[in-house]
């Protein structure tokens, strides 16, 4: 699932709307500041980023992008990033320092803005998840087989998330989980239910989270 490049959304429904609020309601439990609609098992060119309660960002109001496409990008800075879906991995990643994006918001309507700094850092994370990209992607060979054992632990599932973590295997627990967490089953039951499990510690759901700044 998270491999897959995501489909637009083609149109506005209750459905769309119960998922944002489902996902802006996971993110916020697991204290990330991005998550992306296949991270939680709707492979949906869909994300919602809250950056407000980072240090400076307080004024930076809550997104939610669908079919997001990054127009341009300018500059380029090193940033520690994280991933809900890849816990206690956390690397340095080179990307554009900022980014001109358009999508469309919550009420359906075209925005084009600019961005810069943590915002546009986890815009193109996020944007990335939409295309099946992780930010180890970006990682060296080298670096990547440092992360080796944990990498091909998250594969086996023996890290614990704290959220849906794909690819995932359907169960009964995972549902009830999401349900404990007020976050509804999401429809479409036909579609592969994400695993979940517990969180460990509060270093490990970092995540997408404020990256370190050096
Ligand atoms: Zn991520």
């Excluded at 119960?18 to 802006?24: D, Y």
């Excluded at 060119?45 to 407000?52: E, F, K, N, R, Y």
């Excluded at 992607?137 to 890290?159: A, Q």
């Excluded at 999401?178 to 579609?191: C, D, F």
């Amino acid at each position: 699932m998270l491999r897959k490049e995501t489909s637009p959304i083609t149109e506005d429904t209750e459905e769309l709307q119960k998922l944002i609020a489902a996902m802006q309601k996971t993110m916020h439990h697991a204290e990330g500041i991005g998550l992306a609609a296949n991270q939680v098992g709707r492979s949906l060119a869909l994300t919602v980023i809250d950056i407000s309660g980072t240090k400076d960002n307080g004024d930076v109001l809550p997104l939610v992008l669908i079919n997001p496409v990054i127009i341009g990008t300018h500059g380029e800075s090193v940033f520690e990033e994280g991933c809900l879906s890849l816990p206690e991995i956390r690397e340095d990643v080179i990307r554009p320092e900022s980014i001109g994006i358009k999508f469309l918001n919550e009420d359906f309507k075209e925005v084009e803005m600019e961005a810069d700094k943590l915002l546009a850092r986890v815009m193109q994370h996020e944007v990335d998840h939409l295309h099946g990209k992780y930010f180890i992607d970006y990682l060296s060979p080298l670096k990547l087989s440092f992360l080796k054992g944990k990498l091909n632990k998250l594969r086996k599932g023996e890290v614990e998330t704290d959220y849906p973590l794909a690819p995932p295997t359907a169960s009964a627990a995972a549902t009830s989980s999401l349900v404990e967490r007020g976050l509804h089953p999401l429809q479409e039951t036909s579609a592969p239910a994400a695993a979940r499990v517990s969180i460990r510690t509060a270093v490990s759901l970092v995540t997408c989270k404020q990256p370190a700044m050096r």
